[in-house]
C-alpha cells in the first residue's frame, strides 16, 4: 500500500506553461507538505496544511498555489512555468505538525524538467 | 540563513565499517531528525532525538545531540552497501513546527 502517492513522477514542460502536481496520502495524517528540492539536493519547505488550513506558506512565487480539497490531498499548481522551477517535488505529511512535530512521510517525488 | 549543515558533503566507505555523519544547527530546537534518501526516493525518517536527549538507538543507528554545541551525529555501524543514500539532518525551532533540512551527506558504502 503507497502511503504518500504523486503524480505525475516526471514532468517536462515549456516556459508559460499551467501545470499541476497531485498528492494523496492514505495514512489519515492531518498535515501535508510541499517541499522542493534543487540539483544540490537542498531540501526547502514550500506549503503545508493542516486539516485543509494553510499554516506555512514560504517565500514562494504567487505563481505557486497549493490546493488542498480534504485533508487527503494537496495539488500543487504552477503557473507560468520558468527555467528555475525545474527541481524535483516532494509532498510529505505527518500526524500532526500544530503541536510536537511527528516524522513526516514522503512521497516518490515529481521531476519538474522546463526547457 | 540555512538551519542545518552536515559534514562531510561526502562519505566513503568499505562494507562493515561505520560512518559518521554529523549536523550542526544554529538556532535553539525541539527535537532533531535524521532522515534518508536513496537515489531518485523519497526521503525516508530514521530517528527522532528530543532536545532533552543526548543519545538515542535504532539498530544499527547511533544518534547523538549536543544543544551546547548545537550539533548531532549519526553513526551508522556495520555499513552496508544497501545504506548508500544520503542522509540529512532536519530541525525544527522552538516557535515553529516547520523542519529545516541539511545540505545533506552523500555515502557511499563499497562492496
Known amino acids: 500500500d503507497t502511503a504518500v502517492s504523486q503524480t505525475p513522477k516526471y514532468l517536462v514542460t515549456q516556459m508559460g506553461n499551467d501545470k499541476s502536481i497531485k498528492c494523496e496520502q492514505n495514512?489519515?495524517?492531518?498535515?501535508m507538505y510541499w517541499y522542493k528540492q534543487d540539483s544540490k539536493k537542498f531540501l526547502k519547505i514550500m506549503f503545508s496544511?493542516?486539516?485543509?488550513?494553510?499554516?506555512i506558506n514560504e517565500t514562494v512565487p504567487n505563481r505557486f498555489s497549493p490546493k488542498s480539497p480534504d485533508k487527503a490531498h494537496l495539488n500543487l499548481h504552477i503557473n507560468s512555468l520558468e527555467l528555475g522551477d525545474s527541481a524535483v517535488y516532494f509532498c510529505?505529511?505527518?500526524?500532526?505538525?500544530?503541536?510536537?512535530?511527528?516524522?513526516?512521510?514522503f512521497g516518490p517525488g515529481t521531476r519538474l524538467t522546463v526547457t | 540563513s540555512q538551519q542545518g549543515e552536515e559534514d562531510p558533503q561526502a562519505l566513503s566507505i568499505q562494507e562493515g565499517e561505520n560512518a559518521t555523519m554529523n549536523c550542526s544547527y544554529k538556532?535553539?530546537?525541539?527535537?532533531l531528525q535524521w532522515y534518508r534518501q536513496n537515489s531518485g526516493r523519497g526521503l525516508v525518517h530514521l530517528i527522532l532525538?528530543?532536545?532533552?536527549?543526548r543519545e538515542k538507538h535504532s539498530g544499527r543507528l547511533r544518534v547523538t545531540l549536543d544543544t551546547s554545541k548545537k550539533s548531532s551525529s549519526l553513526l551508522i555501524t556495520a555499513s552496508r552497501a544497501a545504506d548508500t543514500a544520503s542522509y540529512f539532518c532536519?530541525?525544527?525551532?522552538?516557535?515553529?513546527?516547520?523542519?529545516?533540512f541539511g545540505e545533506g551527506t552523500q555515502l557511499t558504502v563499497n562492496p
Open positions: 510529505a505529511s505527518s500526524q500532526d505538525s500544530m503541536t510536537v512535530p511527528y516524522e513526516q512521510y
Open positions: 495514512l489519515g495524517h492531518d498535515t
Open positions: 496544511y493542516n486539516n485543509k488550513e494553510l499554516i
Open positions: 538556532t535553539s530546537i525541539n527535537n
Open positions: 532525538i528530543r532536545s532533552n536527549e
Open positions: 532536519a530541525t525544527d525551532g522552538i516557535s515553529g513546527s516547520r523542519l529545516t
